[in-house]
């Protein structure tokens, strides 16, 4: 008998017990994909029936840089970083989130707000391919967000959030436009090759190129003068402007400071027969006036560790030279 009312005791101590000490509340976003309300990507949101989470961000925060494999971006919650789970007494719209004047209904029953944790940002690039030239361009950058060590103020008190990824955020790869005149010119001092965009600001340059390949005497058939690209000369590099370009940005003793460059985009060192190689193809339009076709082959263009490859056959530009 004693041995029963022991054990109804221990269930009376049991039912005693406050239930808030011992449910833990959660929230589960998982199957639904964040989205953002403006192109700036401040405010990110992921909306489900009477629910939503909500990211603010200061603007550009999302770089387009690739992080190393376990080495993500770390942003600690504070008042430039937050996040917000909010419950409501009706289903939540886009237009709840994100609208300047928003709808009176439905209304807000309950909000966690993060008070501490961290933000972890790990990006990788994006690319389309096209198998017919070979060639890769790069078409945007997605962003890996997750969080960690999450502590909420809640009318509650505070809790422990577990870990957890909020989802992908892809951003698009901006200005790197490889559209180009098909005229190429040559500086007379510094020999400098280039061939620019005027409406996109950018350019493809050969530096320190080697001499040989730029003669005033027509190439045999099939059999174009050809070099590799090295990092002291046939320096190619593609670069991205915060401006407008003009011929007269080009062949100066001083590079220009305006428009400044944005990204620098550096040739990859050739291999011989493979890759990185310069051919030029020389041809007469008539007496003492000759055009110098430029052809980059399997050219791979890097910067930091993002890079992409230009094809089998990129035509930089056609050089005319009048003798006279």
Known sequence: MKKYASLLLFAL??????????????????????????????????????????LQLPEETFVNEVTAVGDPVILNIDTDHKLFYRTYDGAVL????????????PNVTDEWNATSGQIEISTTVNYTVNETENSTRISGYTHNIAFKNLTYSKP?????????????????????????KEAAEQCSTSKQVYNYSTGNGTSLTIDN?????????????????????????????????????????FCNTTTPTSPAVAQI??????VAGESGIIEVVTATLGPNIFTHTITLKNVILNNGNVNFKLGNSFLLGIITVNTN
């Open 94 to 105: 886009k237009a709840n989130i994100c609208d300047a004047i928003r709808p009176a209904t």
């Open 156 to 180: 509650s008190g505070e809790q422990v959030g577990p870990n957890f990824v909020f989802g992908t955020i892809v951003t698009p790869a901006v200005g790197l436009n490889l559209d180009f």
């Open 13 to 54: 101590l049991l039912n005693g017990c406050d239930d808030g000490d011992l449910t833990v509340e959660t929230f589960d976003f998982s199957e639904v994909a964040p989205s953002s309300c403006d192109d700036t990507f401040q405010l990110l949101y992921k909306i489900k029936n009477q629910e939503s989470l909500l």
């Open 265 to 270: 985009w550096n040739g990859e060192n050739g």
């Open 209 to 249: 190129i080697d001499s040989n390949l730029i003669v005033n005497e027509v190439t045999a058939p099939n059999s174009p003068r050809t070099a590799l690209i090295t990092s002291t000369t046939n320096k190619v590099a593609y670069k991205v402007y915060e401006g407008v370009l003009t011929s007269s940005y």
